[in-house]
């Protein structure tokens, strides 16, 4: 079955270190999505990618970098220049960024990051 | 850039409907959609609006009215399994904005 893939599901850190998110997807989709939920909050954008080697900041980007060397994979790092990284992060991907697919997309299951 | 607003919280009895509202605002429009979160799951989609109207889909219906910005959910027969958070979630010109979510606790 198609999905999305991120790992590890809980993830502990100490203040000072940098932590990589994995993404990986097999839907063949074009773009990819990071968003971080907060308790009791929406979904806020990270980063967002239409295609290979390309990317966009989000309204939320900074303490946080992203690549996207194939289309399957995009991991998000959180640096330890984000203030408060301690969220639910959630990778999502969609067909495109236009039309009527650009409004469905799929999510993977979460990590969840804590920050000791 | 985009904003919404959606209720907080929403009870209802089993069996019974009930309505999401959502009000947005968007420098551009591309769709108004919405999605089901289970606590600690991923949001999962539901519905999705390009055009005013209402689209349905078994027991969920969305509705929206682009010249008031507004649009909501429409849950019929409500279960118990309903109990969630559910989104709304505007497109604009380059990306999908959240709503904060609406949480809907559904009581025996």
């Known amino acids: 079955d198609g999905g999305i893939t991120q790992s590890p599901k809980y993830l502990f850190r100490k203040e000072g270190q940098n932590v990589t998110l994995s993404c990986e997807q097999n839907?063949?989709?074009?773009?990819m999505y990071w968003y971080r939920q907060d308790p009791g909050q929406g979904l806020r954008l990270i980063y967002y990618s239409q295609i290979v080697n390309d990317f966009q900041k989000g309204d939320i980007a900074e303490g946080y970098s992203v690549s996207r060397e194939k289309k399957e994979s995009f991991p998000l790092t959180v640096t330890s220049a984000q203030k408060n990284p301690t969220a639910f992060y959630l990778c999502?991907?969609?067909?495109?960024?236009?039309?009527?697919?650009?409004?469905?997309?799929?999510f993977g299951a979460g990590s969840r990051l804590t920050v000791l | 850039g985009q904003s919404l607003e959606q209720p907080s919280e929403v009870t209802a009895v089993e069996g019974a409907i009930v309505q999401i509202n959502c009000t947005y605002q968007?420098?551009?429009?591309?769709?108004l959609s919405w999605y089901q979160q289970h606590d600690g799951g991923a949001p999962t989609f539901l519905s999705y609006n390009a055009l005013d109207g209402l689209e349905e889909t078994g027991r969920f219906s969305s509705f929206l009215s682009r010249s008031d910005s507004y649009g909501y959910l429409l849950l019929q027969e409500l279960q118990m399994k309903d109990s969630a958070s559910y989104f709304c979630?505007?497109?604009?010109?380059?990306?999908?904005?959240f709503g904060s979510g609406t949480q809907l606790t559904v009581l025996p």
């Open positions: 968007t420098s551009g429009f591309y769709g």
């Open positions: 999502a991907s969609s067909p495109g960024l236009a039309g009527v697919g650009a409004n469905v997309l799929t």
């Open positions: 839907l063949n989709h074009d773009a």
């Open positions: 979630a505007v497109r604009g010109p380059s990306q999908l904005t």
